[in-house]
T-cell receptor, first 115, second 110 residues
Framework: ETGVTQSPTHLIKTRGQQVTLRCSSQ?????VSWYQQALGQGPQFIFQYYREEENGRGNFPPRFSGLQFPNYSSELNVNALELDDSALYLCASSLVAGGGVETQYFGPGTRLLVL | GENVEQHPSTLSVQEGDSAVIKCTYS??????FPWYKQELGKRPQLIID?????GEKKDQRIAVTLNKTAKHFSLHITETQPEDSAVYFC?????????FGTGTRLQVFP
């Protein structure tokens, strides 16, 4: 297993509510990427955080936002939840150093259900 | 932007046979190609990866090949076992983001 952890494991919300998901990166890693995986599909890139700054974003609306903290852990916030936001949310941590290509290791995910 | 296509969507093999999954990508700037295995309800687990300066990589029963000219890469699993049954995703790294294929559900029958 990787050293990447996520909380909570499961969450049920209603439309219009807001949610915060958390990710602790693997020791020694400085970058966190967030992905949304709908049932039966591949993960879709939401955004990446490096040195506490957003470093790339996929095709997700601004109501998806994030933070990275000095210890490299990260949060994903989703406002005004919609039914289609129901999915498995995965974070992946990696070490970016010297411009090299980094391997991403996934956490166990948070399964979000929006009713 | 980058687009990754993956085939087949499902693959059934007899235990001991080989399995091959193929992916194509669109952006020649992509430079890293990992493969992940995802069992039901679990996280994607990295099983093998290849960088754009390498044509082939092998790890025991698993191998990956990359053809940069044709922009395609393939996963080869030999001597398949029932525990290889899972969904397999290919991905391409493009400007720091992983773009995933749509997945292949592999079933290995005893």
């Amino acid at each position: 297993e990787t050293g990447v952890t996520q909380s909570p494991t499961h969450l049920i919300k209603t439309r219009g509510q807001q949610v915060t998901l958390r990710c602790s990166s693997q020791s020694g890693h400085n970058t966190v990427s967030w992905y949304q995986q709908a049932l039966g599909q591949g993960p879709q890139f939401i955004f990446q955080y490096y040195r506490e700054e957003e470093n790339g974003r996929g095709n997700f609306p601004p109501r998806f936002s994030g933070l990275q903290f000095p210890n490299y852990s990260s949060e994903l916030n989703v406002n005004a939840l919609e039914l289609d936001d129901s999915a498995l949310y995965l974070c992946a941590s990696s070490l970016v150093a010297g411009g090299g290509v980094e391997t991403q290791y996934f956490g166990p995910g948070t399964r979000l259900l929006v009713l | 932007g980058e687009n990754v296509e993956q085939h087949p969507s499902t693959l059934s093999v007899q235990e001991g046979d080989s399995a091959v999954i193929k992916c194509t990508y669109s952006d020649s700037a992509s430079n890293y190609f990992p493969w992940y295995k995802q069992e039901l309800g679990k996280r994607p687990q990295l099983i093998i990866d290849i960088r754009s300066n390498v044509g082939e990589k092998k790890d025991q029963r698993i191998a990956v090949t990359l053809n940069k000219t044709a922009k395609h890469f393939s996963l080869h699993i030999t001597e398949t076992q029932p525990e290889d049954s899972a969904v397999y995703f290919c991905a391409a790294l493009n400007t720091d983001k992983l773009i995933f294929g749509t997945g292949t559900r592999l079933q290995v029958f005893p």
